[in-house]
């Protein structure tokens, strides 16, 4: 923060707006690194079984690969190439005030295709397969099914 507020401050002064940066000699505030705690393979095993048998195993699954939940909730099957085994991250969907906004990822370096892991195609074929067969019992009033994790009737979170 102090950083922007002094190019900031440089910007005005160079424009005559301000006399003087007055950012110009204040210290920045040294940080430690703090060692995130991740899961232990055993805690991803036991957490996959947890989650192994529910609707939306799968997005759990995408959320262990390391996908954010905006990424999560804006990922579309069309995102998805199993015979090249990426997953394409090109859109973010989010929850602002109680409506949904879409719109690209949260940076430019966001904005990426990953391998798949072994076991993920697997995951996201079972429920492209689910959501099909729920498709059929729905008919005509199945949303669009565009997206990789939605609800029962094709519309996303």
Known sequence: MVSTIRQVLDDALAQGVVPRNVAANVARVASTHKDVAT?????????????????LGHAWELALYGLRRGEIAGLRWADVDFKAKTLAIVHNRVDAGGTAV??????AASRRVLPMPARLPKVLRAAKKRQAVERLAIGEHYGLGDYVVCNEIGQPY
């Open 39 to 55: 899961f232990t393979a055993a805690e991803v095993t036991k957490l996959r079984a947890a989650f192994a048998t529910d609707r």
């Open 102 to 107: 879409e719109n690209d990822p949260k940076s």
